[in-house]
Each structure stands twice: as structure tokens, then as C-alpha cells.
């Protein structure tokens, strides 16, 4: 399929300037034409990104940081006014210190965050909506390729990232293997499982059966009097909840809300109907419509199916052969130990079939998946030890 397309009718000043401003400020670059790994075509991609630090002058101090599922470029405040969601983590003097090293953090292809999404307009000012492209993770690697090469960046010091993040940089690591020197993959694995596929399944159906949906292309659609319609809220909620569940443990659930009532006066019936709220419920309501206000439906299911296409080995041989060919490449794998979404014998599976068999680190936290951004300062020794040395 062919888009016309114009970045600049967009609602955004575009940027198309290839650099670094402030720290930890948006910018834009136009990558030029992309053709999908499944056969999709878009005539311009435009990345959003972050960076702080300086670049050196061989380039050889450049880090690249892969944001989650529903992450975004702002890794840590820099010069802005707000903190960012590794702040502890990434910064001057941090584990990744930004005083020494240069750090970028680009939005994913498919994205909300400034990257080319669903979301964005065509030519015509009318959102891509359902004629944007089935995207890997492979793609969304491809089109950063072109932006490290306009930033001069020949070969990354390091390429990391958490959760789907993880995903990406190992990716990284097979697609460019002379171009990634360290490789941290967090809490992910070689490949999504058929559980990983079956939970992503659920919330993208969740999405696409809200009426509101209209099949992709609810951006500026009104009801029967004329008014905004609010979108596919209801099912973007359900798939943030239900995901949520699968980002957090369920003896941290247990401990925190157990059988609690919201409110101590709400009335529990005898077989839970004509009820008040349980405390689980209110949070998982909570949890949806943070995710609601801040994320662009059809960019979850675009990115939703992108990691559930995760596979480190597809056309490669398998993953197997795919990672034994990387030993031009260090790497430190991690897990969280109350994952219940990457397990942590995924990780130790990743580590076996790496040419190094590096040890798995692990994260101890009660939360399960999420303790790779709650907890990630547990990192902070062996990674200085092993690749911020
Ligand atoms: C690598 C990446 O880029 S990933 C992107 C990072 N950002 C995100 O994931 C954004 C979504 N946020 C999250 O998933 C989580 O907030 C995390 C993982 C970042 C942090 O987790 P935690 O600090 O453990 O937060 P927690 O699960 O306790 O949730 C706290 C929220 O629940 C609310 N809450 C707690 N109990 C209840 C309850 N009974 N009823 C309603 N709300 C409740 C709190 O008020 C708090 O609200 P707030 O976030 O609006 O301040
Ligand atoms: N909290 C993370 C979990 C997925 O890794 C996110 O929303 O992206």
C-alpha cells in the first residue's frame, strides 16, 4: 500500500535537525522511505528521540536505551522539568553516566511518543490509522540504523533496554552485530512464547471489539449529536489491566490488596454481587486510565503485535544459530526472580544459546516483571563492573 505523506501537517513542529540539543528534550529526524519486513511501505519515517551527554569524537562512547511497551524517550529529566522513568539509572554519576557516556533513547516505530505511529497524519492531514503497516521489532531496529548513522554513530558502546526494550536490543545485536560492542537485554527473551502471544492476544482483541475501534480509524470520529467520540478507551482499558496483572506478582497483590474493600464502608455480598469495590479493582481502574490518557490505541496493538512477532531467529535458522553467531558481541542478561511474564528461565535459556554463556543477574523483588523499572538500581555493581567500566 502507498500513503501520501506529509510529517509536517501533523500537529507537531516537526523537527528535522540530526543532533543533540538539551538533555532529555525531544527532537525529530526524518529517516526517508521505509518498506516493511512484511511488505508494508510508508515514504517517510520520522524518529523521536532523546539524548544527553556528549558524543565523543570517535563515537565511541554512544549507548542506545530501548524503552518497554508503553515507555517513551524520556529515560531521565536532563534539562527538562520532569523526571524520567530510569532516573535513577541514567544521569551523571549513574550507572549509565551520562558525564562519560552519550546516551539515546528514540521512540519506537509505531509508536506515540514522536516516532511515526498509527497516529500520524498523511499528506491530507488524516491519520494513518488502519493503513499503518504490520511492524516487527526487526523493523523498528532497521529504521534506527538510520538514525545512529545521522548521529555518526558507527558502532554502539552498548544497546540495552528492558522488557520489550530487551527485545529490541537483542535485535539490535543480530540484525548489526558489528555495530553493537555491548548488548544488555533485561527481562526478555529469545523469542515470545505461545503464553506471551496468548496474553497480547487478549488485549489487542479487547481493543479491536470496542465499538469505538471503527476499525482503526476512530481519530476525529463524532457520535449520532455531533460530539468527539471518545475513542477505544473501554478497550484499552481492559488490555492495560489485564496486562498489568501480568506485570506485577501475585504475592504483591495478595499483600497489598488481599480481600480489601475500597472503602470500608462498601458492602460485600455473600456471593460478590451487589458489592462495593475491592481494592484490586480500583487499582487495575486506576492503571487503565492512567495508560488511557497517555497512549494511542492502535499504537498498542501495532506495538502489542510487533512483540508478539518477537523472534530472535525468523529467517535466521532459528535462534540457536542466530545467537551463536554473536560472539563478536559481550553480553549481560538479567531477570527479575518473581517474573511471571518473562520468566527467568527464559533468561537462562537467552544466556545458554549466547557463545559466552554469561551468567543471569538477577533483579529480587516481590513485584515480578515491573522490578526491571522499579528495581533496576540492583544492576548498578555488575554493570559497572562488566560493560560501564
Ligand atoms: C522501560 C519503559 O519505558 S516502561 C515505561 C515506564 N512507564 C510505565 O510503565 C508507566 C506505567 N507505570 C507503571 O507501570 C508503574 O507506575 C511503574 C512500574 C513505573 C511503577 O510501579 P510502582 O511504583 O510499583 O507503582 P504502583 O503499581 O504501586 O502504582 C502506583 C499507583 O497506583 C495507585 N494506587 C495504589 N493503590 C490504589 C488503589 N487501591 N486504588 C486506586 N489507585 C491505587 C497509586 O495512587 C499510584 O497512582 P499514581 O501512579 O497515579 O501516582
Ligand atoms: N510497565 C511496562 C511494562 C511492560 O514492560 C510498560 O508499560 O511498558
Given at each position: 500500500m502507498s500513503i501520501d505523506f506529509d510529517v509536517t501537517s501533523g500537529q507537531t513542529e516537526w523537527r528535522h535537525a540530526v543532533g543533540h540539543g538539551p538533555d532529555g528534550v525531544l527532537r525529530q529526524f526524518r529517516t526517508g522511505?521505509?518498506?516493511f519486513e512484511t511488505g508494508g511501505y510508508l515514504p517517510e519515517i520520522v524518529i523521536g528521540y532523546e539524548t544527553w551527554g556528549e558524543l565523543n569524537r570517535d563515537g565511541s562512547?554512544?549507548?542506545l536505551l530501548e524503552h518497554a511497551l508503553t515507555g517513551d524517550t524520556h529515560v531521565a529529566r536532563g534539562d527538562s522539568d520532569t523526571p524520567g522513568w530510569w532516573?535513577?539509572?541514567v544521569g551523571p554519576g549513574k550507572t549509565i553516566d551520562t558525564d562519560r557516556f552519550f546516551v539515546v533513547a528514540p521512540?519506537?516505530?509505531g509508536g506515540c511518543y514522536g516516532t511515526t505511529g498509527p497516529s500520524?497524519?498523511?499528506q491530507a492531514g488524516r491519520p494513518l490509522g488502519s493503513r499503518f503497516p504490520f511492524t516487527t521489532i526487526r523493523d523498528g531496529v532497521r529504521v534506527e540504523a538510520r538514525l545512529a548513522d545521522a548521529l555518526g554513530i558507527r558502532r554502539w558502546h552498548t544497546v540495552i533496554g528492558g522488557s520489550m526494550g530487551g527485545a529490541r536490543a537483542l535485535e539490535w545485536a543480530a540484525e548489526f552485530p558489528d555495530r553493537v560492542g555491548n548488548c544488555v537485554v533485561i527481562a526478555a527473551?529469545?523469542?515470545?512464547?505461545a503464553e506471551q502471544i496468548a496474553f497480547a492476544q487478549i488485549q489487542t482483541q479487547s481493543i479491536r471489539l470496542d465499538p469505538q475501534f471503527r476499525g482503526g480509524d476512530y481519530y476525529g470520529a463524532t457520535g449520532p449529536d455531533g460530539t468527539p467520540a471518545p475513542?477505544?478507551?473501554?478497550?484499552l482499558g481492559i488490555a492495560r489491566r489485564l496486562a498489568h496483572i501480568t506485570y506485577r506478582s501475585e504475592p504483591e497483590m495478595d499483600l497489598r490488596f488481599g480481600r480489601q474493600a475500597q472503602h470500608a464502608e462498601d458492602p460485600f455480598g455473600s456471593a460478590g454481587y451487589d458489592r462495593g469495590r475491592y481494592q484490586v479493582e480500583s487499582y487495575l481502574d486506576h492503571q487503565a486510565s492512567k495508560l488511557v490518557g497517555r497512549f494511542d490505541a492502535n499504537s498498542y496493538i501495532v506495538l502489542t503485535e510487533a512483540l508478539m512477532s518477537h523472534d530472535v531467529g525468523r529467517g535466521r535458522g532459528g535462534a540457536q544459530a542466530a545467537l551463536s553467531r554473536l560472539s563478536g558481541v559481550r553480553f549481560f542478561v538479567a531477570a527479575v526472580d518473581s517474573d511471571r511474564l518473562y520468566w527467568p528461565e527464559q533468561s537462562e535459556r537467552l544466556a545458554r544459546l549466547l557463545p559466552s554463556t554469561p551468567p543471569v543477574h538477577y533483579i529480587t523483588s516481590p513485584i515480578g516483571h515491573d522490578g526491571f523499572l522499579t528495581d533496576i538500581?540492583?544492576?548498578?555493581?555488575?554493570?559497572r563492573a562488566e560493560i560501564f567500566t
Open positions: 522511505p521505509y518498506s562512547n554512544a549507548v532516573d535513577g539509572f521512540n519506537i516505530l500520524t497524519p498523511d527473551c529469545a523469542e515470545s512464547t475513542g477505544p478507551v473501554e478497550g538500581e540492583q544492576l548498578d555493581g555488575a554493570l
